[in-house]
């Protein structure tokens, strides 16, 4: 795509009769995101406040929709591969590294020097590799998503494997840097397809 958002063709009939040349209808895309609601994050493991959490298991976000990793992709599939507009990165706290709460808007996370933000951070163009959907029972069809929410939920999986004693912030952040502008409340160019 051209744009980081999708649009739609809709028709339309006026008392039976087609409108010629029927409107697209933009969906939002991830530069149209400034925050989520806390309602959509059901669980997190290890909690916050855990000291004993096993090394050999991965961060883990539980979302209670399930199609909440992708909602606001702009990109189609890639072969099997679907892009996330949201990913879960867990940072060890310390020295340049601060998280700054902000009125009305999500909280804003700094990597700064002795940290080196790239070697920090994940590898986005694999971050499909650590989105999924669970779906309770042996239903798989898509009606199954679109039913009992207690049924079906997403899971944002950070890939840092964590160490003992070491307090970490985990934030779920978004992909694309349109999604970032956003949260930030500068200007999102519609063009920007940038992860």
């Not at 029927?22 to 406040?49: E, S, Y």
């Not at 029972?137 to 207690?150: I, R, Y």
Request: proline fraction near 11%.
């Amino acid at each position: 795509p051209a744009v980081n958002y999708a649009t739609v063709p809709v028709s339309v009939a006026v008392n039976g009769a087609p409108v010629p040349a029927p409107p697209n209808v933009r969906l939002p895309g991830p530069g149209d995101v400034k925050t989520m609601d806390a309602r959509a994050f059901i669980r997190t493991d290890p909690m916050d406040g855990t000291d004993n959490f096993e090394p050999n298991y991965l961060a883990i976000v539980e979302l209670a929709t399930p199609d909440l990793p992708w909602l606001y992709t702009p990109v189609g599939v890639n072969g099997s591969r679907l892009q996330p507009w949201i990913s879960l990165i867990v940072i060890p706290e310390g020295d340049g590294v601060t998280l700054t709460p902000q009125a009305g808007g999500p909280s804003l996370l700094r990597i700064d020097s002795p940290l080196d933000p790239a070697a920090e951070l994940p590898d986005l163009t694999q971050a499909d590799a650590w989105v999924h959907v669970q779906i309770a029972g042996s239903d798989l069809s898509t009606a199954a998503l679109s039913g009992d929410s207690g049924a079906a939920l997403s899971r944002l999986v950070s890939p840092r494997a964590l160490v003992a004693n070491q307090h970490y912030l985990a934030c779920v952040v978004p992909t694309y840097h349109a999604g970032v502008n956003a949260g930030l409340g500068l200007t999102v160019d519609d063009a920007d397809l940038a992860l």
